[in-house]
């Protein structure tokens, strides 16, 4: 029982590192609570990797275990090199979305994981499972871990993913499951040593083919969607942060610090509050910033500050939270610094940059410069 879960759940979890539930799971956690996240993985993958255990326990009653064992070999070597494959990018993110967090993200995970090699894995655990449901108690925390472990890493590390060495492993743990399969259930008759050469042959030409365009991408620089995602929740979590803790000139400048009392030292206060819980985030309105306002600011460092927030504004823009109301705040805030007033943004970014630009010219074709770069 214990050996079948844990199999199981190592197995779901290596193959998901990198893939689209990774991606799914960061790209959710911008706009939702992690435990929101986490539960609608779970109930998303309970759904999706029960049907698979079912049927797959179904057919071990129907095939000879003999030939389940050589097809689940074939699987789990098509498995291998299915993980090397460059991930499209992915859309199930945006299906959905008029249910609740929790639906939406269960939504998302099972229509993104029907088919998916993740599904097919657990119908090929359980054909020949003592305990069908011990795999799929294994898979589904495999899926919830890959997707916690997701989250952390793009909030912690962002584009500094070794991610070439987790596809490396992931495929490599595959095709050593598969081989390992093959070689017991396979008839020797079929084992003799040119048909042994020919089988290793056109695997290594599969995996040659599978990782040129992941090698050329590499070398090129270009980041795929697993990064990308990672980047931008790092982005989000952190550089606005770093930005904004650079504009201050020092108390050398302006004298002693005077905290939240500061239009910068507010505008910190808002940034460290987004890592609370988004129910917790107090709503404060603006205080008078006129004295502060009289002080000296890095402008090119407030520019940048207000071209990441409202780069972040932009995305996924039907959707206000307090997250996002605090955001705004932030950036009325930027605003008062460069323009000593502040702007409407509903959405509309064309009229939001054309009022900028009637302010200042000079400044609003800066931030409309930093946020398209």
Known sequence: MLQEFIRSLFLIFMAEMGDKTQILAMAFATQFKVYEVLAG??????????????????????????AIQIVAGFLFIGFALWTLKIDDDEDEENKGKKFGPVLTVALAFFIGELGDKTQLAAITLSVDASFPIFILMGTVSGMVLTSGLGIFVGSKIGDKVPELIIKLVSAGIFMIFGITKLYTAMPRD???????????????????????????????????????????????????????????????????????????????????????DKENIPLEDLQDFSESLKKNFHQEQVIESLSMTISYLMEDMEKEDKERKMIHKVRETLELILFRKTFNYDGNIESYFKALKEADEKIGNQIIKGVEK
């Open 41 to 66: 993985v779970f109930i998303g993958s309970l759904l999706n990797h029960g049907i698979a255990v079912a049927l797959g326990a179904y057919l071990s009653n129907l095939i000879p275990m003999g």
């Open 190 to 276: 079929y084992m003799h040593p040119v048909q042994i050469i020919i089988f290793f042959t056109l695997l290594g030409i599969s995996t040659y083919i599978l990782l040129k365009p992941i090698l050329k991408a590499r070398k090129a620089g270009e980041l795929s969607v697993f990064k990308e995602t990672a980047l931008t929740l790092y982005e989000y979590k952190h550089r606005i942060k770093e930005s904004v803790d650079e504009i201050c000139l020092g108390e050398i400048y302006c004298g002693k610090c005077q905290g939240k009392y500061c239009i910068i030292g507010y505008t910190k206060v808002m940034l460290q509050q987004l890592s609370l």
